[in-house]
């Protein structure tokens, strides 16, 4: 069985404005490693940019694309120049994607015209859409099925309230939540499962290393025969000081990450496992 590949997503959510996309990814363009020696080509700064950054005059840092795959997720308003500025190895994603190929659907983007732009992921299932716009399982699942037939990847989106955890219902949402995928689809090659408990989301708290395990577990389980080849990736409030230790349980194959995407330290969390 080949080996898991770590996979970082960085959501930005509804943040950014053009300068402040250019210098993450200049950031991140930046940060490179010799997959083979480990060393380093460090020669350059960033350069200053209008208005305050908190990349201005940064040390790149240094990712390996040969052990981690990096997906980074800006609003729609900026896919395109992301993908304009994003080194290869950098893959860009949608927030969000409709279940409809074209139409009078106003707002809306399609599979096609993502992948027509060059952009290859989309986020689907989070849970600000689920609970903010009242997006319904059946439905994440149809724009999952939509965004897998037309060949993007997706990194799809389950976890529970605090409500839900302190009930011990953990295990029943996510799997439910699940489930309404299931009935749509077979392959799940193209799907990276992001387990992320809505409790822990921009709060600053974080699951424990257990807590995260035996439900990232629990997925793999649920999976059956393709539970080995499916990426489990955790979210909620991943930073880079506790990314290391997380990144350490068997079944946690790397991080979707929100505040901390937009920060120089993201690339210490897409390290992590180095």
Not at 219 to 227: A, F, H, T, V
Request: glycine share 8%; charged share 20%; aromatic share 6%.
């Amino acid at each position: 069985m080949v080996p898991r590949k770590f996979f970082v997503g960085g959501n930005f959510k509804m943040n950014g404005s053009i300068q402040q996309i250019k210098d993450i990814i200049q950031h991140l363009n930046d940060a490179k490693i010799d997959g083979n020696t480990g060393s380093s080509d460090l020669s350059t700064q960033l350069p200053p940019s209008p208005g305050p950054s908190s990349y201005q005059l940064l040390t790149p840092q240094f990712i390996s694309s040969e052990t981690t795959e990096v997906v980074i997720s800006p609003p729609a308003l900026y896919l395109l120049l992301a993908r304009e500025h994003a080194r290869k190895g950098i893959e860009i994603a949608a927030q969000n994607v409709f279940d409809k190929p074209n139409g009078a659907f106003t707002g809306e983007i399609s599979v096609t015209q993502l992948l027509d732009s060059g952009i290859t992921w989309t986020i689907l299932g989070h849970s600000e859409r689920r609970q903010v716009l009242k997006e319904q399982d059946d439905f994440v699942a149809s724009k999952t099925k939509a965004a897998v037939d037309g060949g993007l990847g997706v990194v799809l989106c389950c976890g529970e309230t605090l409500e839900q955890r302190e009930a011990n219902e953990t295990i029943k949402v996510v799997t439910t939540q699940l489930d309404a995928v299931a009935s749509k689809i077979q392959d799940w090659s193209k799907i990276v499962i992001a387990y992320e408990p809505v409790w822990a989301i921009g709060t600053g708290k974080v699951a424990s290393n257990e807590q995260a395990q035996e439900v990232h577990a629990a997925i793999r389980k649920w999976l059956g025969s393709k539970g080995e080849a499916t990426r489990i990736i955790y979210g909620g409030s991943v930073s880079e000081k506790n990314c290391k230790d997380l990144a350490q349980q068997p079944d946690i194959d790397g991080f979707l990450v929100g505040g901390a995407s937009l920060k120089p330290a993201f690339v210490d969390i897409i390290n992590a496992k180095a």
